[in-house]
């Protein structure tokens, strides 16, 4: 019985002591955003995701109401410019308008005759000073004076009561194709109520967004192509149309616009899915082009009066702090005066919770 006792403390010892070893604890390698500097490579070869939209397109209404008495569009019909789209029963704004010529022509009747009564006043009164009091002169030009500003009054409203006539027409701003209609014919119509939305597809527009690290080099892209997931074998031809001055609050980058034809071979249509793709050349005459680097990738420590950098080596991946002199501060982030060469990789985020020697798995954007 005490061999068994001994036994059982002896084990019960060593249960404890295995209880209490320690695994080893691996280093956990952080992975950090980050950017070469200045690196026009971070253009070239890459892509990017965006989608199809019309160059033009705008929802047309008429500027006054009325019942529809011609609807001549439907969905998908293709239009020229100044097309009819659609009229409204004009007999109302015709009675109007021949009104509004009435008034004037009375006006200007009633102008003419206070003239010939002003101008035969003055000749008598010329002829005989006493024959014409110069009160009556006075009120005689009054007269004229009046029906001047009432010719003026009937003349505004019948150029009111033209427009309104030319209004009952609606007719396309640009050739187009009709994508929706939202009226039928013989309808009632209100001012300003949508009609029918036209879209120009002569030429499409694409907007991707880019990086906040690589928004300062898109100037300098050239050979711009992009190819649609429905046609993946069409690559087209594409230019700059429209560079972004704000970043998304969600995403950090600034949205680009590209802009093509419509080819021949294949319908590109609005919303269609696509990658645009580039090469970032710049021209033998360009400017040195200045170094920037985002606004997250700079801070200042409380002790230090001076604005840092993690610098990453790119063969051991270990970050050094490195102190760097800034210029001004643009949409993209700050200009580098000094501190900083091109081609050098820094981390873009999480610099407040790097240590020197850290190693790092960076990751591009």
């Known amino acids: 019985m005490k061999r068994i006792a001994i036994l059982s403390i002896i084990s019960a010892f060593l249960i404890a002591g295995c209880g209490q ?7 956990t390698i952080r992975s950090v ?15 990017f995701p965006g989608r199809a939209r019309a160059a033009q397109e705008v929802d047309l209404a008429f500027r006054v109401s009325g019942p529809l008495n011609a609807f001549a569009v ?26 509004a ?5 009375r006006a200007k009747a009633t102008a003419a005759r206070a003239k010939v009564d002003l101008d035969r006043m003055v000749n008598a009164q010329k002829q005989n000073s006493g024959a014409v009091s110069e009160a009556a002169v006075d009120r005689a030009r009054e007269t004229v004076e009046v029906a001047e500003a009432d010719i003026t009054s009937f003349q505004a409203s019948f150029e009111t009561a033209e427009d309104a006539l030319k209004d009952t027409t609606l007719r396309s701003p ?14 009632n119509i209100r001012a300003q109520q949508m009609i029918v939305r036209l879209l120009d597809n002569t030429q499409i527009e694409f907007e991707v967004g880019i990086p906040e690290t690589l928004i300062s080099m898109v100037s300098y892209i050239a ?13 087209l ?16 980058t600034f949205p680009v616009t590209v802009i093509m034809d419509q080819p021949e071979n294949v319908s590109i249509l609005p919303g269609m899915a696509g990658r645009a793709s580039g090469k970032a050349i710049p021209p033998d005459s360009a400017p040195p082009m200045s170094l920037v680097i985002p606004v997250t990738s700079v801070f200042a420590p409380e002790t230090e009066d001076q604005s840092f950098v993690w610098v990453i080596d ?27 060469e091109r081609g050098e990789m820094i981390a873009t985020a999480g610099v407040h919770f790097l240590e020197e020697g850290q190693v790092v798995t960076p990751m591009f954007q």
């Open 21 to 27: 070893t320690e695994e080893p604890v691996e280093d």
């Open 101 to 105: 010529q009435g008034g004037l022509d």
């Open 223 to 235: 050979d711009i192509s992009v190819t649609f997931d429905a046609f993946p074998d069409v690559e």
């Open 314 to 340: 790119e063969t051991s991946n270990a970050v050094t702090l490195r102190p760097v002199d800034l210029g001004d501060a643009i949409s993209s982030g700050f200009v580098v005066e000094g501190g900083l």
């Open 74 to 99: 439907k969905v998908g019909d293709v239009v020229e410019k100044n097309a009819l789209i659609a009229n409204i029963d004009p007999r109302d704004f015709k009675v109007a308008l021949r009104n």
């Open 237 to 252: 031809p594409a230019k700059i149309q429209e560079i972004g001055r704000e970043a998304s609050t969600t995403t950090r």
């Open 174 to 187: 640009f050739a187009g194709t009709i994508v929706a209609t939202y009226v039928e014919n013989f309808e």
């Open 33 to 47: 955003r980050a950017l070469k500097v200045g690196d026009l490579d971070g253009l070239t070869g890459r892509s």
